[in-house]
């Protein structure tokens, strides 16, 4: 199968992530959805990645439909769990997750628009999204190592990705000082192979 990728792109790292954490082997296409003559416009109608090909010609996207389909290939291990109600819960952390991801992302966006387009008030309201994000996220957590029972999970992979991004785009927010809970689950994570190995270039 093939994955077309960005390497600064969260989401597209979440999918790698799990890639590498089920030790699934598969081609990285970089393409940057930004640039002039990319393609993924031609195989994703939103021009966004991460988009997946499988080796059936199948095209999935988005990020949580790619890790929902890589979950049914035979490949431990589960990320999801098998009980139909924790699975939505997983689902709604890696909602949450994604969801600080997206606000991160929106505030980068306004962030570099030209003077007298930017609006200081929108980099504002995403980042309160990012703050309430965070504090919901240190809740679900409630100190134990993972989100949800006693291994990594879906959840795990988005909420790593998201603090991860915030490090990378927004460095200003003191995420770890307000939330020791996040900060010493982040070290665990970002210890991990899947995210060493993933970790996105400066730029
Ligand atoms: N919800 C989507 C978000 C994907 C997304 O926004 N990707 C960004 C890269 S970080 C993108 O391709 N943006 C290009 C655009 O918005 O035109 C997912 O989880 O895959």
């Known amino acids: 199968m093939k994955l077309f990728a960005s390497l600064t ?3 597209a790292r979440k999918i ?3 890639l590498a954490e089920k030790k ?3 081609e990285l296409v970089v393409d940057s959805p930004w640039e002039a003559n990319t393609r993924i416009p031609t195989i994703n109608p939103l021009g966004k990645v991460p988009v997946l090909i499988t080796d059936a010609e199948e095209v999935f996207f988005d990020s949580p439909v790619i890790a929902g389909y890589l979950e049914t290939l035979d490949a431990g291990p589960a990320l999801l769990p098998a009980d139909r109600l924790a699975t939505v819960q997983v689902r709604q952390s890696e909602a949450l997750a994604d969801g600080i991801t997206d606000a991160a992302v929106a505030a980068l966006l306004e962030s570099r628009r030209p003077d007298g387009q930017r609006s200081d008030a929108e980099i504002a309201r995403q980042k309160e999204k990012i ?3 965070l504090a919901a996220l240190e809740a ?3 100190g134990r190592p993972w989100l949800h029972g006693d291994a990594l999970s879906l959840g795990d992979v988005a909420a ?3 603090l991860a991004y ?3 785009r927004h460095p200003d927010i003191p995420w770890r000082a307000a939330h020791p809970a996040l900060k010493r689950y982040a070290e665990h994570l970002f210890a991990r192979p899947s995210f060493i190995d993933t970790t996105p270039p400066v730029g």
Do not use: E, K, W
């Open 131 to 133: 703050a309430r994000g």
């Open 16 to 18: 790698r992530i799990v």
């Open 160 to 162: 790593g990705v998201a």
């Open 140 to 142: 679900r957590l409630g």
């Open 9 to 11: 792109s969260p989401y």
């Open 24 to 26: 699934l082997p598969f």
């Open 166 to 168: 915030l490090d990378l």
